[in-house]
């Protein structure tokens, strides 16, 4: 029995009155409700079959085409005169599955899909938003608003692209694909349905607001929150932020890359911080305190060990950066360098020559100059 028939509707019925019509008559002929009933089992079980065919754009448009024949070509791998060009002494087996499915398995997911599906060129582009922050900022956070102008979604005809808003009809040709398909021999062309552009839908009166896009450009201000911690070149994406899709189309999304300023006293890796402090030669060979400055903005007191060395590393622990979403910090690396003396009074040259006399305290120096005389030996 023909499909349409089975189901009561007529060949021009859109998806919808199709659903409308298997449900109506799904539930006339369920076996629960006509218990023992063999003609209405038998009913039951065509108007699945028909459903099943008429309820998807591509193999309702085959069955349009060659009717019954599609099906039993493609299970079969023959095509007799109306099989699109195969010939009868050519067989497919795909392991059991028909031809129809392998089709699908080709272009199905990757080239439009059937109406149900989102088509790609219906969504809107993602959008790029580059800003700059300092590392107080990425270490605190930071509320931002920020304005972008792109295509919003059009209020005058609420993203349909028709006048009044109005739902768009279903494309008669390609059935709501955006696709139409042509046998040609052994292949299966695809092309855009010329009918509806792609889309999917006719629209009979564009919106005067979007001329029919259902989309308009507008600036607009945006919050966003750049997390505590944050790290340089880091990227935030909002979904759905980005521009708006095409009549009704899914929103591309916005992606902002953060960018942090060099700091004029710190460095950054990672969660730690590092700073550079000069120590005084004194200092550095009596022990002593140093006070720092921390990212957060406060002071902290380092303890400057007896006989420090340049380039030697001093840690003040959780005196670093934010962890991003934690509430722990890192560790704030201070690089000693200890500064030689400049500008020295006759009296602090004397002192330091008398000091250099008597000086046993310098293991590394006598270290290596014994290296050096050993290597100069041996040449």
Known sequence: MDYYETLGVSKSADEEEIKKAYRKMAMKYHPDRNKGDKEAEAKFKAINEAYETLKDP????????YGHEAYKNAASGGGGSNGG?????????????????????????NMGGGAGGERADMRGNDLRYDTTITMEEAFRGKDMELKLRANVK???????????????????????????????????????????????????????????????????????????????????????????????????????FV??????????????????????????????????????????????????????VLKLRGKGMSVVRSAQRGDMLIHAFVETPINLTERQKELLQEFDKDNQSSPKAKGFFSKVKEFWQEL
């Open 58 to 65: 591509q193999k309702r448009s085959a069955y349009d085409r």
């Open 259 to 312: 960018v942090i300023k060099p700091h004029k006293l710190f460095s950054r890796d990672g969660s730690s911080v590092h700073c550079d402090v000069p120590i005084s030669f004194v200092t550095a060979a009596l022990g002593g305190e140093v006070e720092v400055p921390t990212i957060d903005g406060k002071k902290a007191i380092i303890k400057i060990p007896a006989g420090t060395q340049s380039g030697q």
């Open 154 to 256: 059009c209020d005058e005809c609420n993203g349909t692209g028709s006048e009044g808003g109005l739902k768009p009809k279903t494309c008669p040709s390609c059935r709501g694909s955006g696709k139409m398909r042509y046998a040609q021999g052994f292949f299966m062309v695809e092309k855009t349905c010329s009918a509806c552009n792609g889309t999917g839908h006719i629209i009979e009166k564009s919106c005067k607001t979007c001329n029919g896009a259902g989309r308009v450009s507008r600036s607009r201000n945006l919050s966003v929150s750049i997390p505590a911690g944050i790290e340089n070149g880091a990227r935030i994406r909002l979904t759905g932020e980005g521009e708006a899709g095409i009549r009704g189309g899914r929103s591309g999304d916005l992606y902002i």
């Open 85 to 109: 060009g195969f010939s009868q002494d050519f067989h497919f087996n795909f392991g059991g599955s028909a031809f129809s499915d392998i089709f699908e398995g080709f272009f199905g997911d």
